[in-house]
């Protein structure tokens, strides 16, 4: 037997063993946490994961209570404060990568834990009713009977009803992946024992439970929210309303409406001790008082007004009455995280056990007894697992994509589709302006306002654990996307930065002091770079390590190619294709142009792409004088493709800063165009001389003159260059090979 089996059947042993968790004696309950946790550290230390902030965060914050909760007086104190470090050392620091039967395991635990809560419960009336208790003698006595146990083997009123309401929902989801019919019956009957347990157990238990069930169905289950909730609601209030468990729900409804005499009431003494613990609160805001001090001054403040003892009956102020602001931070973040988590994965058992605990907390202190303590420890570590295994491989994509056309949107649209292979929701924030610019990636307070809009969904980032981003390469560009990486660096996220140009090292090189700085700060937290070309390669040396930095060309779109047509070169056909501007080099093809239409030289040339406004009338109105001209304005799909299939010249005199790896040159080379463009950016990469195009002189009409005049007179060369760049394409070039490229790089 080798170490994997090992590990897997001793994983599965102990989600057996916790999932018997109630049918273990109370004095024994502690130890097998303990057990539990030095299994995992001893027997899968291998596994344990890359702590991230948060989960540090969370872990010293509950390490800290349990150190200020012992004393040298009571070190018995540790034994039981236990599952607070145990149970986030065995959830929140488990790779949840290095076991691929984890999910099995799990769903193993769901089985056993509804299982063995049904067996004991059942126990219980039995045995109960062997006594003689019957009618209302039990239905009252039932809570009393529970708490006192049969022997070692007992469970307050409270603990049990949250374990039940908690084993309801595991029991939901058993009853989904089971297949038997019998099995499902048998499923259905459990709940429902369940359900009435709890309405005899605990009446605030109880409307926790539904208060977390709406809360879910409106939040996540909207579709046949009014049918599924009237149902559920006429089936719950039958059972209220029957008598007895009727008189237990109207003793709490009086106790709310009328304020009992003297000083017994419990809404009373409820309301005085969060008068007192307010009270307190306020005079030690930042600090608290320790966990010792807090109980003797809580202890006093309630004497003072004629009422014995009590916790804080709401844990979130008894952590700040305790450890200060910083416990009652750490304790509500760690919430948050819990419920954006659960609502982005749609993860509905975490998101109801997450919502159970929360109202638990703010009624019950469940760290002061034991049984709260483990069911609390355990449950949000099962939680953060199921979650963790959820968002396994899920990426987000932030960047631009379509509209306004660019090159980089049209690159993030196919990753994202890649990243999405399945069909279901796509997790992305979409950053693109309002419309397009040639000042993209120069620093506009408009551009700036519109886009920190897409700030409000920074919190799709929790249900992931990738992030895939392509910013700007100027120090604006880089700078917008800070918010959105630190965060993930926060949260412990892979990052993976794609570069769409050869900017970057250069615009690093041209900063200097705090803004160099922070520059190199937010692309250094990437784990992972992706540039266009091996020429780009060192574009980000100065941020990530060499054997980080991925090459990932772009690529063509196979329906471009669908219908492709014969090329014949006894005219020129000229095509332009990009977003006219003067650094694409628009000005010098329409120079090239005017020259030809004075040689006599015939042609037809096509120019596609956006127009900025504040050039639309100059462009227009120049290229209305030029003979063979025709301008399409925005091309996309079948209309592009027929475009390049029709034309047998490219030409892109670009000396755009920013320029990398074309998407146009490339699908023009895919429909077997003849490439006329500068030697910029990654081009070089793509275009040897001769062989698949030419590598002209920036800024020079003359020298495009020149290259067109050339294939007017080699038509042979120019067929043998358009079948040389369609064997390249598709070896090369495919959209397929992009995706498949992305995915093994998110993957290595």
Not at 252 to 269: D, K, M, Q, R
Not at 340 to 350: P, Q
Not at 562 to 570: I, T
Request: proline letters at 3%.
């Amino acid at each position: 037997m080798n170490i994997v089996t090992i590990r897997r059947n001793l994983l599965n042993l102990l989600m057996v063993i916790m999932g018997c968790y109630v049918l273990i004696p109370f004095n024994f309950r502690n130890g097998i946490t303990i057990i539990a946790g030095l299994t995992v550290l001893i027997f899968f230390k291998k596994a344990i994961k890359a702590v991230t902030l948060i989960d540090l965060i969370v872990f010293l914050s509950f390490f800290f209570y349990t150190l200020l909760k012992i004393n040298n007086d009571n070190i018995s104190e540790l034994f039981r404060l236990s599952p607070l470090l145990i149970y986030p050392l065995f959830f929140f620091f488990f790779n949840y990568k290095s076991n691929q039967n984890l999910k099995k395991g799990l769903a193993l635990f769901a089985q056993v834990i509804f299982i063995s809560i049904n067996v004991f419960l059942m126990g219980f009336i039995i045995y109960f009713l062997a006594l003689g208790y019957r009618g209302n003698n039990f239905v009252f006595n039932f809570p009393e009977m529970m708490n006192s146990g049969i022997g070692s083997f007992s469970f307050h009123p409270i603990y049990i009803s949250i374990l039940l309401c908690i084993s309801i929902v595991l029991g939901f989801e058993v009853l989904q992946n089971e297949k038997s019919k019998w099995k499902k019956r048998a499923i259905q009957l459990g709940i429902v024992f369940l359900l009435i347990n709890i309405i005899f157990l605990s009446r605030k238990a109880f409307l926790f439970f539904i208060v977390s069930y709406l809360i879910y169905v409106f939040l996540i289950k909207r579709k046949a929210t009014f049918f599924t909730t009237g149902i559920s609601l006429s089936f719950i209030c039958g059972i209220i309303f029957i008598s007895p468990v009727s008189e237990r729900f109207l003793d709490l409804y009086a106790g709310f409406i009328n304020e009992p005499s003297g000083f017994t009431g419990s809404t009373y003494v409820r309301q005085q001790i969060y008068n007192c613990t307010l009270g307190l609160i306020k005079e030690s805001p930042i600090f608290g008082y320790g966990l010792s001090e807090s109980s003797l001054i809580m202890e006093e403040c309630l004497q003072s007004k004629n009422i014995s003892f009590h916790n804080t009956h709401n844990q979130f102020l008894g952590m700040w009455l305790s450890t200060g602001l910083f416990g009652f931070m750490c304790l509500t973040i760690f919430f948050i995280k819990l419920f954006f988590e659960s609502y982005s994965l749609k993860n509905k058992e975490a998101f109801i056990i997450s919502l159970l605990l929360f109202t638990s907390l703010i009624f019950e202190n469940l760290f002061d007894r034991q049984d709260g303590l483990i069911i609390f420890s355990f449950f949000v570590g099962y939680i953060n697992l199921k979650n963790q295994l959820d968002k396994q491989n899920k990426t987000i994509l932030i960047g631009p994509l379509p509209n306004p056309v660019t090159g980089l949107s049209i690159a993030n649209e196919l990753a994202l589709s890649t990243l999405n292979p399945t069909g279901k929701p796509l997790l992305s924030i979409n950053t693109s302006p309002k419309r397009f610019s040639e000042k993209l990636g120069r620093f506009n307070l408009i551009s700036l306002l519109h886009f920190t809009l897409n700030y409000l969904e920074i919190y799709k980032i929790i249900s992931v654990s990738k992030v895939y981003y392509t910013p700007g390469q100027t120090f604006f560009g880089v700078l917008k996307y800070a918010p959105f990486v630190l965060f993930s660096k926060f949260l412990g996220k892979e990052i993976i930065v794609h570069i769409h140009g050869n900017y970057v090292a250069k615009q690093y090189e041209k900063l200097d002091g705090l803004q160099k700085r922070i520059f190199r700060k937010i692309l250094s937290y990437s784990n992972k770079g992706i540039v266009l070309s091996k020429t780009l390669h060192n574009n980000l040396s100065p941020f990530i390590a060499k054997e980080n930095v991925f090459v990932l060309p772009n690529f063509y779109n196979k329906q471009l190619t669908e219908q492709p047509v014969e090329k014949a070169f006894s005219e020129l056909k000229i095509c332009y294709l990009s977003n006219l501007m003067n650094e694409k080099g628009v000005f010098f093809l329409l120079e090239a142009l005017e020259e030809l239409n004075a040689k006599g030289i015939s042609f037809k040339a096509t120019i596609a792409g956006h127009i900025e406004q504040s050039q639309q009338e100059i462009l227009l109105n120049k290229m209305s004088q030029i003979e063979g001209l025709m301008y399409k304005g925005l091309v996309r799909g079948e209309e592009k493709s027929q475009m390049l299939q029709e034309a047998n010249v490219f030409v892109l005199p670009t000396f755009y800063r920013m320029e990398g790896l074309p998407i146009s040159i490339i699908e023009a080379m895919a429909t077997g165009n003849v490439i006329i463009t500068t030697n910029h950016g990654a081009i070089p990469d793509l275009i040897t001389e001769g062989e698949n195009g030419f590598l002209i002189k920036k800024k020079s009409a003359d020298a495009i003159v020149e290259k067109l005049l050339f294939l007017v007179e080699n038509p042979s060369k120019a067929k043998e260059i358009s079948n040389n760049n369609i064997l390249k394409a598709k070896r090369s070039f495919t959209s397929e090979k992009f995706s498949e490229k992305l995915l093994n790089i998110l993957d290595a």
